[in-house]
Protein backbone atom coordinates (compact mmCIF):
# COMPACT_ATOMS: atom_id res chain seq x y z
CA UNK A 1 0.00 0.00 0.00
CA UNK A 2 3.22 2.41 0.30
CA UNK A 3 2.95 3.05 -3.06
CA UNK A 4 3.40 7.09 -4.52
CA UNK A 5 1.15 6.22 -7.50
CA UNK A 6 -1.81 5.06 -5.56
CA UNK A 7 -4.33 6.54 -3.89
CA UNK A 8 -7.25 4.85 -1.77
CA UNK A 9 -10.27 6.74 -2.54
CA UNK A 10 -13.53 5.58 -0.26
CA UNK A 11 -16.98 6.26 -1.51
CA UNK A 12 -20.07 6.73 0.30
CA UNK A 13 -23.97 6.40 -0.13
CA UNK A 14 -26.16 6.75 2.64
CA UNK A 15 -24.72 7.26 5.73
CA UNK A 16 -27.49 7.68 8.66
CA UNK A 17 -28.75 5.81 11.83
CA UNK A 18 -30.50 3.34 10.05
CA UNK A 19 -31.73 0.37 12.33
CA UNK A 20 -34.77 2.12 13.81
CA UNK A 21 -35.60 4.56 11.27
CA UNK A 22 -38.36 4.45 9.42
CA UNK A 23 -36.63 2.57 6.04
CA UNK A 24 -34.49 0.01 8.61
CA UNK A 25 -33.80 -1.79 4.71
CA UNK A 26 -32.21 0.70 3.25
CA UNK A 27 -28.86 -0.25 2.10
CA UNK A 28 -25.99 2.73 3.55
CA UNK A 29 -23.58 2.69 6.12
CA UNK A 30 -24.99 3.12 9.98
CA UNK A 31 -23.92 7.12 11.83
CA UNK A 32 -21.78 4.53 14.44
CA UNK A 33 -20.32 2.42 11.58
CA UNK A 34 -18.96 6.11 10.20
CA UNK A 35 -17.67 7.42 13.13
CA UNK A 36 -15.71 4.33 13.54
CA UNK A 37 -14.88 4.11 9.92
CA UNK A 38 -13.37 7.79 10.02
CA UNK A 39 -11.19 7.04 13.32
CA UNK A 40 -10.04 3.80 12.11
CA UNK A 41 -9.02 5.76 8.58
CA UNK A 42 -7.81 8.57 10.11
CA UNK A 43 -5.40 6.42 12.02
CA UNK A 44 -4.16 4.17 8.88
CA UNK A 45 -4.03 6.97 6.21
CA UNK A 46 -3.48 10.53 5.50
CA UNK A 47 -6.78 12.43 4.25
CA UNK A 48 -6.03 14.57 1.77
CA UNK A 49 -8.13 17.35 0.58
CA UNK A 50 -9.81 17.30 -3.33
CA UNK A 51 -7.81 20.69 -3.97
CA UNK A 52 -4.58 18.45 -3.13
CA UNK A 53 -5.68 15.77 -5.56
CA UNK A 54 -6.29 18.06 -8.07
CA UNK A 55 -2.89 20.45 -7.78
CA UNK A 56 -1.20 17.04 -7.63
CA UNK A 57 -2.66 16.07 -10.98
CA UNK A 58 -2.06 19.47 -12.21
CA UNK A 59 2.00 18.65 -11.88
CA UNK A 60 1.69 20.03 -8.05
CA UNK A 61 3.10 18.38 -5.12
CA UNK A 62 3.16 14.39 -4.49
CA UNK A 63 0.35 13.13 -2.22
CA UNK A 64 1.39 11.95 0.74
CA UNK A 65 2.57 8.20 1.59
CA UNK A 66 -1.27 6.33 2.25
CA UNK A 67 -3.37 9.28 1.04
CA UNK A 68 -6.52 8.67 0.85
CA UNK A 69 -9.87 10.57 -0.40
CA UNK A 70 -13.59 10.36 1.13
CA UNK A 71 -16.46 10.97 -1.32
CA UNK A 72 -19.99 11.30 -1.24
CA UNK A 73 -22.55 10.47 -3.94
CA UNK A 74 -25.96 11.83 -4.64
CA UNK A 75 -26.35 14.81 -2.62
CA UNK A 76 -28.21 13.11 0.30
CA UNK A 77 -29.60 15.61 3.23
CA UNK A 78 -27.66 13.14 5.11
CA UNK A 79 -24.17 14.49 4.24
CA UNK A 80 -25.04 17.85 5.74
CA UNK A 81 -27.38 16.42 8.92
CA UNK A 82 -24.67 13.49 9.84
CA UNK A 83 -21.39 13.50 7.56
CA UNK A 84 -20.21 17.04 8.23
CA UNK A 85 -20.49 17.46 11.86
CA UNK A 86 -18.70 14.26 11.89
CA UNK A 87 -15.92 15.86 9.57
CA UNK A 88 -15.57 19.36 10.81
CA UNK A 89 -15.09 17.92 14.43
CA UNK A 90 -11.92 15.41 12.66
CA UNK A 91 -10.99 18.16 10.66
CA UNK A 92 -11.37 16.43 7.44
CA UNK A 93 -12.53 17.54 4.13
CA UNK A 94 -15.28 15.54 2.36
CA UNK A 95 -16.04 15.51 -1.44
CA UNK A 96 -19.55 15.91 -1.92
CA UNK A 97 -21.05 15.04 -5.69
CA UNK A 98 -24.88 16.26 -6.22
CA UNK A 99 -26.56 15.63 -9.01
CA UNK A 100 -27.97 19.17 -10.21
CA UNK A 101 -31.82 18.18 -10.70
CA UNK A 102 -31.90 16.48 -7.40
CA UNK A 103 -30.97 19.74 -5.55
CA UNK A 104 -32.28 22.33 -7.80
CA UNK A 105 -35.57 20.69 -9.05
CA UNK A 106 -36.42 18.69 -6.51
CA UNK A 107 -37.01 16.03 -8.65
CA UNK A 108 -36.11 12.61 -7.38
CA UNK A 109 -33.77 10.13 -9.52
CA UNK A 110 -35.18 7.25 -9.98
CA UNK A 111 -32.56 4.96 -8.83
CA UNK A 112 -33.35 6.65 -5.31
CA UNK A 113 -36.90 5.37 -5.89
CA UNK A 114 -36.00 2.33 -6.22
CA UNK A 115 -33.72 1.94 -3.06
CA UNK A 116 -36.88 2.90 -0.95
CA UNK A 117 -39.17 1.00 -3.19
CA UNK A 118 -37.52 -1.84 -2.18
CA UNK A 119 -36.38 -1.07 1.46
CA UNK A 120 -40.04 -1.10 2.05
CA UNK A 121 -40.41 -4.35 0.06
CA UNK A 122 -41.16 -7.03 2.65
CA UNK A 123 -41.38 -9.72 0.24
CA UNK A 124 -38.46 -9.57 -3.08
CA UNK A 125 -40.69 -12.65 -5.26
CA UNK A 126 -43.79 -10.44 -4.67
CA UNK A 127 -42.16 -7.01 -6.01
CA UNK A 128 -40.83 -9.08 -8.90
CA UNK A 129 -43.83 -9.88 -9.94
CA UNK A 130 -45.92 -6.63 -9.83
CA UNK A 131 -43.32 -5.75 -11.61
CA UNK A 132 -44.14 -8.61 -14.31
CA UNK A 133 -47.59 -7.85 -13.97
CA UNK A 134 -46.85 -3.82 -14.62
CA UNK A 135 -44.70 -4.54 -17.72
CA UNK A 136 -47.58 -6.40 -19.06
CA UNK A 137 -50.01 -3.65 -18.77
CA UNK A 138 -47.41 -1.44 -20.46
CA UNK A 139 -47.39 -3.55 -23.67
CA UNK A 140 -44.38 -6.07 -23.40
CA UNK A 141 -45.30 -9.63 -23.40
CA UNK A 142 -44.49 -13.25 -21.73
CA UNK A 143 -41.45 -14.20 -24.04
CA UNK A 144 -40.15 -10.36 -23.65
CA UNK A 145 -40.05 -10.91 -19.98
CA UNK A 146 -38.15 -14.31 -20.01
CA UNK A 147 -35.39 -12.59 -22.01
CA UNK A 148 -35.31 -9.85 -19.98
CA UNK A 149 -35.39 -12.21 -17.03
CA UNK A 150 -32.36 -14.04 -18.52
CA UNK A 151 -30.53 -11.07 -19.22
CA UNK A 152 -30.40 -9.07 -15.99
CA UNK A 153 -31.72 -11.36 -13.26
CA UNK A 154 -27.89 -12.19 -12.12
CA UNK A 155 -26.28 -11.73 -8.63
CA UNK A 156 -23.97 -9.58 -8.16
CA UNK A 157 -21.32 -7.90 -5.74
CA UNK A 158 -23.97 -7.24 -3.15
CA UNK A 159 -27.27 -7.95 -4.60
CA UNK A 160 -28.95 -11.47 -5.14
CA UNK A 161 -30.92 -12.26 -8.86
CA UNK A 162 -34.22 -10.70 -8.13
CA UNK A 163 -33.22 -7.34 -6.53
CA UNK A 164 -31.02 -6.79 -9.63
CA UNK A 165 -33.46 -8.16 -11.89
CA UNK A 166 -35.37 -4.82 -10.56
CA UNK A 167 -32.65 -2.82 -10.57
CA UNK A 168 -31.89 -3.61 -14.21
CA UNK A 169 -35.32 -3.09 -15.37
CA UNK A 170 -36.11 -0.11 -13.62
CA UNK A 171 -32.83 1.60 -14.15
CA UNK A 172 -32.30 0.75 -17.72
CA UNK A 173 -33.43 -2.02 -19.43
CA UNK A 174 -37.32 -0.96 -20.14
CA UNK A 175 -37.49 2.04 -22.14
CA UNK A 176 -37.05 5.41 -20.22
CA UNK A 177 -41.11 6.24 -20.41
CA UNK A 178 -42.28 2.96 -19.47
CA UNK A 179 -39.54 2.87 -16.68
CA UNK A 180 -40.41 6.14 -15.36
CA UNK A 181 -44.32 5.30 -15.11
CA UNK A 182 -43.44 1.87 -13.51
CA UNK A 183 -41.26 3.47 -10.83
CA UNK A 184 -43.65 5.95 -9.71
CA UNK A 185 -46.64 3.18 -9.64
CA UNK A 186 -44.52 1.28 -7.24
CA UNK A 187 -43.39 3.62 -5.05
CA UNK A 188 -46.76 5.01 -4.15
CA UNK A 189 -47.60 1.34 -3.71
CA UNK A 190 -44.18 0.27 -1.76
CA UNK A 191 -43.60 3.49 0.42
CA UNK A 192 -46.76 5.33 0.44
CA UNK A 193 -45.84 9.03 -0.75
CA UNK A 194 -45.52 10.71 -3.84
CA UNK A 195 -41.79 11.28 -4.96
CA UNK A 196 -41.86 15.16 -4.76
CA UNK A 197 -43.03 14.81 -1.08
CA UNK A 198 -39.85 12.52 -0.94
CA UNK A 199 -37.88 14.01 -2.25
CA UNK A 200 -37.54 17.10 0.46
CA UNK A 201 -36.36 14.69 2.79
CA UNK A 202 -34.06 12.52 0.51
CA UNK A 203 -32.11 15.85 -0.77
CA UNK A 204 -30.05 18.58 0.18
CA UNK A 205 -31.44 22.07 -0.34
CA UNK A 206 -29.56 24.60 -2.52
CA UNK A 207 -28.68 26.57 0.59
CA UNK A 208 -27.29 23.40 2.30
CA UNK A 209 -25.18 22.70 -0.66
CA UNK A 210 -23.37 26.34 -0.05
CA UNK A 211 -23.01 25.43 3.37
CA UNK A 212 -21.23 22.59 2.34
CA UNK A 213 -19.01 25.06 0.20
CA UNK A 214 -19.10 27.64 3.04
CA UNK A 215 -17.61 24.70 5.41
CA UNK A 216 -14.69 24.32 3.00
CA UNK A 217 -16.01 20.98 1.94
CA UNK A 218 -15.84 20.48 -2.15
CA UNK A 219 -18.89 19.71 -4.15
CA UNK A 220 -18.40 18.43 -7.98
CA UNK A 221 -20.56 17.49 -10.24
CA UNK A 222 -22.28 14.34 -10.40
CA UNK A 223 -24.07 15.71 -13.73
CA UNK A 224 -28.00 17.01 -13.69
CA UNK A 225 -30.18 14.48 -14.67
CA UNK A 226 -28.09 11.64 -12.98
CA UNK A 227 -28.01 9.35 -16.33
CA UNK A 228 -25.62 6.87 -17.84
CA UNK A 229 -23.67 9.18 -19.57
CA UNK A 230 -22.08 6.54 -21.95
CA UNK A 231 -25.70 5.81 -23.70
CA UNK A 232 -26.11 9.37 -24.45
CA UNK A 233 -24.74 11.11 -27.78
CA UNK A 234 -21.99 13.72 -27.61
CA UNK A 235 -24.30 16.90 -27.08
CA UNK A 236 -26.73 15.38 -24.94
CA UNK A 237 -23.44 14.53 -22.87
CA UNK A 238 -21.63 17.95 -23.09
CA UNK A 239 -25.70 19.57 -22.24
CA UNK A 240 -25.21 17.58 -19.14
CA UNK A 241 -22.11 18.45 -18.20
CA UNK A 242 -22.60 22.66 -18.96
CA UNK A 243 -25.78 22.48 -16.42
CA UNK A 244 -23.76 20.89 -13.83
CA UNK A 245 -20.72 23.33 -14.03
CA UNK A 246 -23.98 26.11 -13.88
CA UNK A 247 -25.13 24.61 -10.80
CA UNK A 248 -21.38 24.24 -9.28
CA UNK A 249 -21.51 28.16 -9.78
CA UNK A 250 -24.32 29.05 -8.68
CA UNK A 251 -23.41 26.94 -4.91
CA UNK A 252 -19.83 28.52 -5.34
CA UNK A 253 -18.09 25.58 -5.93
CA UNK A 254 -14.97 25.42 -8.61
CA UNK A 255 -15.83 25.20 -12.07
CA UNK A 256 -11.87 25.24 -13.62
CA UNK A 257 -9.57 22.50 -12.17
CA UNK A 258 -12.97 20.67 -10.55
CA UNK A 259 -13.62 17.05 -10.00
CA UNK A 260 -16.53 14.73 -12.39
CA UNK A 261 -17.74 11.72 -10.67
CA UNK A 262 -19.36 9.75 -12.91
CA UNK A 263 -23.03 8.54 -12.07
CA UNK A 264 -23.34 4.62 -12.38
CA UNK A 265 -19.93 5.16 -13.44
CA UNK A 266 -20.82 5.17 -16.87
CA UNK A 267 -18.46 7.37 -19.38
CA UNK A 268 -16.88 6.93 -22.64
CA UNK A 269 -14.37 8.54 -25.22
CA UNK A 270 -17.12 11.44 -25.70
CA UNK A 271 -17.50 12.12 -21.91
CA UNK A 272 -13.53 12.14 -21.83
CA UNK A 273 -13.14 14.92 -24.54
CA UNK A 274 -15.77 17.12 -23.06
CA UNK A 275 -14.31 17.01 -19.59
CA UNK A 276 -10.29 17.78 -21.02
CA UNK A 277 -12.14 20.29 -23.34
CA UNK A 278 -14.43 21.71 -19.84
CA UNK A 279 -10.90 21.45 -17.67
CA UNK A 280 -12.06 19.07 -15.41
CA UNK A 281 -8.90 17.86 -13.06
CA UNK A 282 -10.09 14.42 -11.94
CA UNK A 283 -12.96 11.89 -12.98
CA UNK A 284 -13.97 9.30 -10.57
CA UNK A 285 -15.48 6.09 -11.41
CA UNK A 286 -17.22 3.23 -9.77
CA UNK A 287 -14.05 0.51 -10.90
CA UNK A 288 -13.10 -1.05 -7.75
CA UNK A 289 -9.19 -1.03 -6.49
CA UNK A 290 -7.03 2.11 -5.95
CA UNK A 291 -6.87 5.15 -7.81
CA UNK A 292 -4.13 4.65 -10.63
CA UNK A 293 -1.63 8.12 -10.45
CA UNK A 294 -0.80 8.01 -13.47
CA UNK A 295 -0.66 11.65 -14.95
CA UNK A 296 -3.16 10.03 -18.35
CA UNK A 297 -5.46 8.20 -16.63
CA UNK A 298 -6.73 10.86 -14.04
CA UNK A 299 -9.99 11.21 -15.53
CA UNK A 300 -10.41 7.42 -14.59
CA UNK A 301 -9.87 6.89 -10.70
CA UNK A 302 -10.88 4.06 -9.50
CA UNK A 303 -12.41 3.67 -6.19
CA UNK A 304 -13.24 1.86 -2.86
CA UNK A 305 -16.92 0.71 -1.08
CA UNK A 306 -17.34 1.89 2.39
CA UNK A 307 -18.14 -1.32 2.95
CA UNK A 308 -14.60 -2.86 1.68
CA UNK A 309 -13.45 -0.93 5.02
CA UNK A 310 -14.19 -1.49 8.83
CA UNK A 311 -17.17 0.10 10.04
ZN1 LIG B 1 -24.87 8.53 -8.11
Not at 138 to 152: F, V
Not at 226 to 235: A, F, G, N, R, Y
Not at 285 to 293: D, I, P, Q
Not at 301 to 311: C, G, V
Amino acid sequence: MININQLTIVMYHYVRPIKNSKYPGIKGLELEGFRRQLDYLSSKYSLITAEQLINYSRGGDDLPENACYLTFDDGYKDHIEFVMPELLSRKIQGSFFPPADAIEKRSMLDVNAIHFILASTIDNKDLVNELNIACLECGLNASDLNLLRDKWALASRYDPPEIRYVKNMLQHALSKDIRSRIVSNLFKKYVGKTQIEFSEELYLSLSDTKELVNNGMYVGSHGSRHVWLDKEPKSWQLDEINRSLKFLEKVGARTNDWIMCYPYGAYNEDTLNILKSKNCAIGLTTKVGFANLTKSKMLELSRFDTNDFPQ
